[in-house]
């Protein structure tokens, strides 16, 4: 069990190997969950993604072209189950 020492204003250091159990780098955020018998939960806090993130996502991953009519093709089919 890893000890950790609480400063004089109430801040704690995370020691390298709890960090890394965690996944976290520096300057990344943990989430606590305060749990009713007085203990702590800890997780790393993974940013959720917009819409901006998935924006030309797929951008330059392929030369091929998609054309309107077939993405509107492709989606009919796949609603009527024609795949």
């Not at 004089?8 to 969950?33: M, N, S």
Request: glycine share 10%; net charge positive.
């Amino acid at each position: 069990m890893t000890q950790l020492t609480v400063t004089a204003r109430g801040q704690v250091t995370f020691r390298k190997d709890v960090l890394r159990h965690l996944g976290v780098q520096p300057g990344e955020k943990i989430e606590v969950d305060k749990l009713p018998d007085g203990r702590l939960a800890l997780r790393a806090a993974r940013p959720t993604a917009g819409l901006d993130s998935f924006v030309g996502l797929l951008a330059g991953k392929t030369a091929r072209v998609v054309s309107l009519e077939d993405i509107e093709k492709a989606a009919s089919d796949g609603w009527a189950d024609r795949s």
